[in-house]
């Protein structure tokens, strides 16, 4: 099994666990590369559930300690292992549910924005919060969310780098259901096998015509997010945000 990341299956249903439960389930590269591998066999899935260990958190982002060094060439390619995931999420021929389960912040939003349904407990708090790290969404946010929740939402989360309740998340169209904490795993699982049930092909069908009404103007919009996120590393305020995250302090942006 690959390591960070666990597999489940039940009928047609292959659950997707990111299990560093001690680290808030922040993705690192290893963390990133085996959930890559892990997608690998969730292909013959009909129903695909992605969602992280413990109560506290979905993922809480990713590896900051590890981006805070990074220079424009290697965020760059830390952006690209982001976005392949991402799309392997939004492209895969099975409906993908992300079970919400607490945190997902940063990278975290960002991999529950490539899935097609959201479904959050009640103690979950969403946000692309990169902003005060003194960069921007990495892995598909910027495009990904405006589409979802429109643009003046999507502005305020990303300028601001607002943390939202469940319930805020379900108001402005970020999640589509939010449950009790107790409630999270049957809801989500009940909604899987009625997925599961449905025809296959009509569902991958019907998923593949609705990824077609952004394809065009949203990958070239992705390209141009990789290429501003990697740009920031170097700057003053990336060393800065990430520098006081890691020192668990307030930043002093320039």
């Given at each position: 099994?690959?390591?960070?990341?666990?597999?489940?299956?039940?009928?047609?249903?292959?659950?997707?666990?990111?299990?560093?439960?001690?680290?808030?389930?922040?993705?690192?590269?290893?963390?990133?590369?085996?959930?890559?591998?892990?997608?690998?066999?969730?292909?013959?899935?009909?129903?695909?559930?992605?969602?992280?260990a413990g109560e506290d958190a979905f993922v809480a982002g990713a590896d900051i300690g590890y981006m805070k060094g990074l220079s424009v060439?290697?965020?760059?390619?830390?952006?690209?292992?982001?976005?392949?995931?991402?799309?392997?999420?939004?492209?895969?021929?099975?409906?993908?549910?992300?079970?919400?389960?607490?945190?997902?912040f940063g990278g975290g939003c960002e991999l529950a924005l490539a899935c097609d349904l959201r479904v959050a407990s009640e103690n979950a708090v969403l946000g692309q919060t990169e902003i005060d790290l003194g960069i921007v969404p990495g892995w598909g946010g910027t495009q990904r969310l405006s589409r979802l929740v429109g643009d003046a939402a999507a502005r305020r989360m990303v300028f601001l780098g607002e943390r939202l309740d469940a319930e805020a998340a379900a108001e402005i169209g970020l999640v589509g259901e939010v449950v009790p904490q107790d409630d999270l795993d049957s809801v989500v699982e009940e909604m899987a096998h009625q997925l599961a049930e449905k025809p296959r092909f009509a569902l991958a069908a019907a998923k593949e015509a609705l990824n077609q009404v952004h394809e065009g103007p949203q990958s070239a919009g992705l390209d141009y997010e990789k290429r501003l996120w990697s740009g920031l590393f170097g700057t003053a305020d990336q060393r800065e945000g990430m520098e006081a995250f890691v020192e668990k302090r307030d930043p002093d942006f320039e």
């Amino acid at each position: 099994m690959p390591e960070n990341v666990t597999i489940s299956r039940i009928d047609g249903v292959a659950t997707v666990t990111i299990d560093r439960p001690d680290s808030l389930n922040a993705l690192n590269v290893n963390t990133l590369e085996a959930l890559d591998r892990t997608l690998d066999e969730t292909e013959d899935a009909r129903v695909v559930v992605l969602t992280g260990a413990g109560e506290d958190a979905f993922v809480a982002g990713a590896d900051i300690g590890y981006m805070k060094g990074l220079s424009v060439e290697e965020a760059m390619e830390y952006a690209e292992l982001g976005h392949e995931i991402c799309d392997r999420l939004a492209d895969h021929s099975a409906p993908v549910i992300a079970a919400v389960n607490g945190y997902a912040f940063g990278g975290g939003c960002e991999l529950a924005l490539a899935c097609d349904l959201r479904v959050a407990s009640e103690n979950a708090v969403l946000g692309q919060t990169e902003i005060d790290l003194g960069i921007v969404p990495g892995w598909g946010g910027t495009q990904r969310l405006s589409r979802l929740v429109g643009d003046a939402a999507a502005r305020r989360m990303v300028f601001l780098g607002e943390r939202l309740d469940a319930e805020a998340a379900a108001e402005i169209g970020l999640v589509g259901e939010v449950v009790p904490q107790d409630d999270l795993d049957s809801v989500v699982e009940e909604m899987a096998h009625q997925l599961a049930e449905k025809p296959r092909f009509a569902l991958a069908a019907a998923k593949e015509a609705l990824n077609q009404v952004h394809e065009g103007p949203q990958s070239a919009g992705l390209d141009y997010e990789k290429r501003l996120w990697s740009g920031l590393f170097g700057t003053a305020d990336q060393r800065e945000g990430m520098e006081a995250f890691v020192e668990k302090r307030d930043p002093d942006f320039e």
